[in-house]
């Protein structure tokens, strides 16, 4: 699948203020299941720099500093990318050991995915873990899976502009919860049983009719023998061609897509967003 789009971000501030330097996470990853043909940022008022780098977690991110003030920041990227993996499943754990719970990952890699399992669920998270991992017989595939396709069915998505994501244990007392609800609910319980488990932001296809386009949060889990593979707990479903990710990190702040603050004395900031975008077969 193709995405042709662009996604324009605007504060608004009550007065004028000066913009301390923003970091930027909205150009679309490259990696084995993605490739990124297209990409231009614009940033209004100009920036007096810029530089790109990766960060922590491997995400493309553009530093951008500011003088002066301004009562605007508009933040405007136009991209083509493609989604590249239409099977989610195509590889072989390569030992019974990486395919049961927990998976037994390689001595280098374990090191390497220390911040992927740090978690404290709440007894709820528990009980629902243990519950998915008996239906699933304790094997990490059908864990993944299966919790993705519970959480579908018996938590309702709601739209929550603002606020970071809930605890797990509040959403599933609530059976609710926003896209980044349901992922952090879902990373929790993965990591619980032992599953490294990462939170990615990005867009998704499929909306409903006359529904704005949002940015979207779901799940990454670590395979043996597969690496990172995207689970949406929203949609019940393993990502293949139809999520198109932008960053990814072990906790969710990590992959916020846009990082900063301002000076300006009781001054506010309001918050637009509009992301349109089209999908082609390849």
Known sequence: MRFTGT???????????????????????????????????RIVPEPDGTTEALDAWGNNVTWAWFSGKTAKLEIVTQFVAERLRVNPFDFVIPTPQGSTLPPAYASDERAGLVPYFSSEPGPRVRRLADDVAEAAHGR??????????????????????????????????????????????????????GI??????????????????????????????????????????????RHLTLATAAQPAGAAPVTGSFLGDGATATLESTIEFDVTDL
């Open 140 to 193: 990490v595939l059908e864990f993944a899976t299966t919790l993705a396709e519970r959480l579908h069915s018996e938590c309702t998505m709601i739209v929550r502009p603002e606020g970071p994501p809930m605890r797990g244990q509040d959403t599933l007392a609530n059976r609710e919860g926003s896209c980044r609800d349901l992922a952090v609910l879902y990373i929790e319980a993965c990591r619980y049983v």
């Open 7 to 41: 996604h324009r971000t605007t504060y608004t501030y009550s007065d004028e203020v000066f913009l301390q330097p923003h970091k930027v996470r909205l150009r679309p990853r490259s990696d084995p299941g993605q490739f990124l043909r297209e990409f231009t940022l």
């Open 196 to 241: 490294a488990s990462r939170f990615v932001s990005g867009y998704v296809e499929r909306r409903l009719p006359g529904e704005a386009r949002e940015l979207h949060a779901w799940a990454g889990v670590y395979v043996p023998g597969a690496g990172w593979r995207g689970f949406d707990p929203t949609q019940g479903l393993a990502v293949s061609t």
